[in-house]
């Protein structure tokens, strides 16, 4: 009889949702803190597996890999993300309906701070877990340019595609500003008032959209400058004149 057999409370508990769920989170602290422990490339699934009190094999119908261990939700949030774009009302403000949708990056960092954190502090250790990390928020970004581009297009932006991947590119900017600023105060910064702050700024910055024969408008930056600046510019001069 195999281990994985005597233990039947875990096997029923990962036929279920909930249970696969819990399994799922379970795989992920166990890897995130002996990575911590003893080193992301000296660790094995081996390792993980049996941390989580399952076998190699369970490690595998959850994971692809070790790393992939480390971003266990970042598909499901995808999805939310794409949901809330998809089921957002035409009438709504595109850029307020990018903001609100990111925000759901954030609420699945806090819902688990302890996690985050030392996933945080992983990220900033092992290069090829932070490369993974900024490939997944090119993703998030790719996703708010094509809802931010067919909304432009459909309201008549000459802009539209120039327009949507500025202002993607704003919306990600703004909520890793709040995230990394928040994992860097050890998670006691205010993360909401923060993201109201910041999404705010790019909210005045982008919306609404250009009307047709609007004036284009070329932003000359320093490659350094802060997020901040960037909207304030860009703001300052999309500002109609009085």
């Given at each position: ?111 688990d701070p302890d996690v985050s ?39 008549g932006d000459p802009a539209a ?82």
């Open positions: 009889m195999s281990v994985e057999s005597r233990q039947p409370p875990r096997t029923r508990a990962g036929r279920t949702t909930a249970g696969r769920r819990r399994l799922r989170h379970a795989l992920t602290v166990a890897a995130i803190d002996l990575f911590l422990a003893q080193g992301y490339d000296a660790t094995t699934v081996d390792e993980i597996a049996a941390a989580a009190g399952v076998g190699r094999r369970t490690f595998f119908r959850y994971f692809r890999s070790k790393e992939d261990a480390i971003f266990p939700d970042h598909e499901e949030v995808l999805r939310d993300i794409e949901r809330s774009l998809a089921t957002a009302l035409p009438t709504q403000d595109p850029v307020a309906v990018a903001c609100t949708a990111v925000g759901l990056v954030l609420e699945h960092y806090l819902a954190l030392k996933r945080f502090a992983l990220t900033r250790s092992v290069p090829s877990l932070r490369d993974r990390e900024v490939a997944t928020v090119d993703r998030y970004q790719r996703v708010f340019a094509r809802y931010l581009r067919e909304r432009f297009q459909s309201a595609d120039l327009r949507a991947s500025v202002a993607a590119a704003a919306v990600a900017a703004a909520n890793n500003h709040v995230l990394r600023r928040w994992l860097r105060s050890g998670g006691k910064d205010d993360v909401h008032a923060a993201a109201k702050e910041a999404f705010q700024l790019v909210v005045d910055a982008f919306s609404p959209p250009v009307k047709p024969g609007g004036q284009t408008v070329v932003a000359v930056l320093e490659a350094s400058a802060p997020v901040s600046e960037v909207v304030r510019q860009i703001s300052a001069a999309l500002r109609p004149a009085e």
